[in-house]
């Protein structure tokens, strides 16, 4: 059965009112996969960028303090190579230390990709959440109609050992490229686990709902493998780390 609590439900709407940033790209080569569909680590990749470029044009307080918890894609169709996408985003939701950024991607004047990234803000130094801001906090909090959220994580919990439901592991060796200026797996490298599943599966596409949750930071020189178990309506895909160690957890839902 699905998670309890698990809200899958698409969050909240465009806002009416509040603060929306907009910005347009084409998908390039680099982006999608040898039939030309967009990659899920490549949309990550854009829900990224979208979100430093909202910051910087907002002129956030510590623009690049923060790192993500938990993403969700809401998948209606795949954009294709050289579409032309148009991406809005905005704060659907906050907490105390951290707050939910909503992103919309279109393809042809259509919805596509729906997104909800929960992202934490930290002290770089200590890593450690630090408490939003009164000026940020009522610059976001319109955008939001009084939407809470919380960090819980939700897609980890109740899961099967490693080794049950005829699990299968395999070794993720990890790359120089993937890693980031944090000095950590860049979370949209992450997805690239997803993607070779969809890969190895290709009669199972979108309508698709998928989350990627972060337990822990993968570092450089880690080794890494990935267990993949079928359930009861999902898949789960998990980053395991040497003593059994989950850093991260993928759900893939096929609607």
């Given at each position: ?12 709407p ?89 992103t ?74 993937d ?77």
């Amino acid at each position: 059965m699905l998670t309890p609590g698990l809200n899958r439900a698409l969050p909240s709407p465009i806002p009416e009112t509040g603060r929306r940033f907009s910005t347009s790209r084409k998908v390039r080569l680099g982006d999608v996969t040898p039939k030309g569909r967009l990659r899920l680590d490549a949309t990550a990749r854009y829900l990224q960028d979208i979100a430093t470029d909202d910051s910087l044009d907002g002129n956030y307080s510590e623009p690049h303090s923060w790192v993500v918890r938990r993403t969700q894609m809401w998948v209606t169709s795949f954009p294709k190579y050289l579409d032309q996408i148009d991406l809005t985003t905005w704060c659907g939701a906050l907490g105390s230390h951290w707050a939910e950024r909503r992103t919309q991607i279109k393809s042809n004047g259509t919805v596509a990709i729906d997104c909800a990234a929960l992202w934490v803000r930290v002290d770089f130094k200590t890593m450690k959440p630090v408490a939003l801001s009164p000026e940020l906090t009522a610059m976001l909090l319109p955008a939001t109609n009084g939407r809470k959220v919380s960090p819980r994580l939700e897609i980890g919990r109740g899961l099967p050992d490693l080794v049950g439901n005829q699990a299968e592991s395999r070794d993720w060796p990890l790359r120089f490229s993937d890693m980031d200026a944090v000095g950590h797996l860049n979370n949209a490298a992450y997805w690239e686990a997803l993607e070779e599943f969809l890969g190895a599966n290709s009669g199972r596409r979108a309508p698709l709902m998928a989350t990627v949750e972060h337990h822990g930071a993968i570092d450089p020189g880690d080794k890494v493998r990935i267990v993949t178990q079928h359930l009861e309506g999902r898949v789960v895909l998990r980053h395991v780390l040497d003593g059994d160690v989950v850093a991260a957890v993928t759900e893939v839902i096929f609607l």
